[in-house]
């Protein structure tokens, strides 16, 4: 079995496979404070709850977008999986030609998304990861990696609204049914939602211009896809565990 952590800004998403079966997966707070043994304690917890055993974890796969976490994690990963992790780094092996014009300074979870969309969907193809930070992809017919986007998410917005106004509240992410509002939270909400709705549907439709393909497939990932799917037609297909799959598959390809 393969035990694989996406470490996120926010949250630590885990997965256990057995060959490419996810067999059980989980998510916990990204929290910089925390020491190695409560990493462990939570890890040990949660592979109890979901009758897994510690002991018959063949390989760890990492990505880590939060670099002052990396120690902590790896230090539990050989205390209490009694391995060494591999993280995911430039120079392993993925399948992909990145485009980049620096490859080192693309998010390993990008990496491992673009990974897991070329060898499940094929190019082209654009992936969105809907998390704290909202990510775009475009990965070619031919496995290449072209570029993409970055821009704030849903909840950053929000906190951004809230934290550098004097009297506007924070709002729950609620997608109002007019977009005219009559109250100061309707108001919010149609501005923060229908814009950033429109946004993902900009810079999609710039993307499939730009590549010359109208009819590229939209892959996305992350928290608020269900969101933007509900009240969009811009993504065509939800996978949840879309940057699990891809450590899964980066770990295989990286196997002696």
């Known amino acids: 079995m393969i035990f694989v952590m996406d470490i996120g800004n926010s949250n630590i998403k885990a997965a256990v496979f057995h060959g490419r079966k996810l067999l059980k997966r989980w998510r916990c707070v990204t929290d910089t404070a925390m ?34 976490i990396n120690f902590t994690i790896e230090h539990m990963c050989r205390d209490y999986f009694g391995m060494e992790p591999r993280l995911l780094v430039p120079g392993m092996k993925t399948g992909l030609n990145i485009k980049y014009e620096n490859p080192r300074e693309l998010g390993s979870d990008r990496i491992a998304n673009a990974v897991a969309v070329s060898t499940l969907y094929g190019g082209p193809s654009v992936f969105i990861d809907f998390g704290t930070a909202t990510t775009y992809g475009v990965v070619s017919e031919k496995g290449e990696f072209l570029g993409g986007a970055i821009a704030p998410g849903l909840r950053m917005m929000n906190r951004a609204l809230s934290s550098g106004t004097a009297k506007l509240p924070s709002i729950e992410l609620i997608v109002p049914p007019r977009v005219i509002g009559r109250t100061t939270v309707c108001n919010i909400q149609s501005g923060i939602l229908y814009g950033y709705i429109g946004s993902v549907e900009k810079i999609v439709g710039a993307m499939k211009e730009e590549i010359g393909c109208p009819q590229a497939r939209v892959i996305a990932t992350g928290g608020m896809a269900h969101m933007v799917k509900k009240n969009s037609n811009v993504i065509d297909e939800i996978n949840p565990d879309l940057t699990l799959i891809g450590l899964r598959l980066i770990y295989e390809k990286n196997q002696a």
């Open 35 to 68: 020491t190695s043994d409560q990493y462990g304690i939570i890890m040990a917890d949660l592979f109890r709850y979901h009758e897994l055993d510690m002991r018959a974890i063949e390989g760890i796969m990492i990505s880590s977008v939060v670099p002052s």
